[in-house]
């Protein structure tokens, strides 16, 4: 059985700077990509970044030059490094696991990222 465990929000402020963390809960075998979406108050879930397993990142425009995603691949966590924050930022961040090998996608619990002064 098998679990993504999400950490690294808060509160900061306009300006300020955040890591979040996404670390996979027990063992698997292989994945494609793991990333974050994040969802904000009556907003729609909006993906913000990814990684694949050879390392090729994706960005959506509004974080470009701002945010930085790295992979741990031995430890099979994702990282996802926030410069820059703006409070449109504020929302709760969901890490995932794709193709997972034997288990599909997976979602971790969400972690609430919070920009304001």
Request: include cysteine; charge should be neutral; proline fraction near 3%.
């Amino acid at each position: 059985q098998v679990q993504l465990v999400e950490s690294g929000g808060g509160l900061v402020q306009p300006g300020g700077s955040l890591r979040l963390s996404c670390v996979v809960s027990g063992t698997i075998i292989s994945f494609y990509a793991m990333g974050w979406y994040r969802q904000a108050p009556g907003k729609q879930r909006e993906l913000v970044a990814d990684i694949t397993n050879t390392g090729s990142t994706m960005y959506a425009d509004f974080v470009k030059g701002r945010f930085t995603i790295s992979a741990d691949n031995a430890k099979n966590a994702v990282y996802l490094q926030m410069n820059s924050l703006k409070p449109d930022d504020t929302a709760v961040y969901y890490c995932f696991a794709e193709k997972v090998l034997y288990y599909g996608d997976l979602w971790g619990q969400g972690t609430q990222v919070t920009v304001s002064s």
